[in-house]
């Protein structure tokens, strides 16, 4: 079955205490993203990837690391976690090697963060 | 900003209803997409409506853009109760990227 699958769906932990969520797609899809979803404030990307090792900014990158060493996976690193990245979170992936085309994505469960 | 507005922001109707749900954009785009999302779930795509089509249909769900409007409107004919979830519209120009709006909430009474 084409899914995206995130790791975990649920995590509680403390300020400054590095996480790492897990993204992969079975896809073989070139472009993967991570958003935030706040209430009121719909989603928000945070970092996307065209391709291997090809990473970018989005809109709200501030506090967030990721890397793409596979094709398959992106993980969304929090260095020192901070209360106001509580949120959910969202990885997406579609068929494309760029950003601008524009093609549907294909969305993980998410993972809901809380960070005391 | 490129970011679509959708209306309304909640929309509650009887089983069997149609549903209008309407999305507001500020600038040309390429396409123009919309997502529902079911509560504690990720975004589904239901359909993709290019800058050059007016309209467009798939099962129950029918699409429609006015591009010199820059609005576009999705239409859920015969709603059922399994409909309830939250609609997103995502908009993109030429040269920015995929730019999702605050939903809206449906909710179907059986």
């Known amino acids: 079955e084409a899914q995206v699958t995130q790791n975990p769906r649920y995590l509680i932990t403390v300020t400054g205490k590095k996480l790492t969520v897990t993204c992969s797609q079975n896809?073989?899809?070139?472009?993967m993203s991570w958003y935030r979803q706040d209430p009121g404030l719909g989603l928000r990307q945070i970092y996307y990837s065209m391709n291997v090792e090809v990473t970018d900014k989005g809109d709200v990158p501030e506090g967030y690391k990721v890397s793409r060493k596979e094709k398959r996976n992106f993980p969304l690193i929090l260095e020192s976690p901070s209360p106001n990245q509580t949120s959910l979170y969202f990885c997406?992936?579609?068929?494309?090697?760029?950003?601008?085309?524009?093609?549907?994505?294909?969305f993980g469960d998410g993972t809901r963060l809380s960070i005391l | 900003s490129q970011q679509g507005e959708e209306d309304p922001q909640a929309l509650s109707i009887q089983e069997g209803e149609n549903a209008t749900m309407n999305c507001s954009y500020k600038?040309?785009?390429?396409?123009l997409q919309w997502y529902r999302q079911n509560s504690g779930r990720g975004l589904v795509h239901l359909i993709l409506i290019r800058s050059n089509e007016r309209e467009k249909h798939s099962g129950r769900l029918r699409v429609t853009l006015d591009t010199s409007k820059k609005s576009s409107s999705l239409l859920i004919t015969a709603s059922r109760a399994a409909d309830t979830a939250s609609y997103f519209c995502a908009t993109a120009g030429a040269n920015s990227k995929l730019t999702f709006g605050k939903g809206i909430t449906l909710s179907v009474r059986p």
């Open positions: 600038t040309s785009i390429n396409n």
């Open positions: 997406a992936s579609s068929p494309s090697d760029s950003p601008y085309s524009n093609q549907p994505q294909h």
């Open positions: 896809m073989n899809h070139e472009y």
